[in-house]
């Protein structure tokens, strides 16, 4: 097929009539349409039901702002789903996957990707603690600034994993053995 897509804009370039068998097979094909009946189905609709508890793509799902990060338009202030060893392992992977070779391994922006950025670096995520939960999920999820968002790298529930992560980092930050700031079983 892809050595036919560049045959294919030779010809429309060159304005030869493209066969309608090649290009429109699925507007020819028989197939059943809107509310046609069915001889294959015992109750005789071409429709079906769809399965119980199929919801609409749309649909919010989960806890609020889970999907979006947002809740009327604000931002969540912390991650709705719940956080625990495993989804902070989930997070420790994809930031190192996804985000590491820019914001750097510790999430502090020093990278090698960084060193060689010219256009804007990116920041250090460890001065960003005070931001509420929602604003890293929703720059994973829609991109910043000139950032691409990298929701068709992570799921739903990766992206609230690397924003766990993230937070990790920022609680580690200048943490020492026997810190304070660490769980009794820590120290
Ligand atoms: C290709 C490099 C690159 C990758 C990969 C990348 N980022 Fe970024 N990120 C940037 C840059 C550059 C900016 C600053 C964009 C701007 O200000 O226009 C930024 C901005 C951000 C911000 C907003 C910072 C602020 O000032 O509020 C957050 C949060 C963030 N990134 C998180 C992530 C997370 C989490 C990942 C992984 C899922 C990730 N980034 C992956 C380059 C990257």
């Not at 950032?147 to 993230?166: I, K």
Request: proline share 6%.
């Amino acid at each position: 097929m892809r050595k036919l897509i560049p045959a294919v804009g030779l010809l429309a370039l060159t304005g030869c009539e493209i066969p309608s068998e090649f290009l429109q097979r699925m507007e020819v094909q028989s197939k059943y349409e809107y509310y046609e009946t069915s001889e294959f189905w015992a109750d005789g609709r071409a429709m079906r039901t769809p399965p119980e508890g199929t919801i609409p793509r749309e649909a919010k799902v989960g806890n609020p702002g889970m999907t979006s990060g947002r809740v009327n338009g604000a931002l969540v202030a912390t991650i709705p789903v719940q956080v625990d060893k495993a989804l902070l392992q989930l997070g420790q992977k994809k930031y190192s996957i996804v985000c590491a070779q820019c914001h750097g391994t510790l999430g502090d922006g020093n990278s090698i990707v960084a060193e060689n950025m010219g256009l804007r670096l990116p920041p250090s995520l460890l001065e960003l603690s005070d931001r509420p939960a929602g604003h890293f999920y929703t720059a994973i999820n829609e991109g910043y600034g000139v950032m691409p968002s990298f929701s068709g790298e992570l799921d739903t529930q990766e992206r609230w994993a690397v924003v766990a992560y993230v937070r990790a980092l920022q609680a580690a930050r200048g943490t020492r053995a026997g810190g304070e700031n660490l769980p009794q079983e820590n120290r």
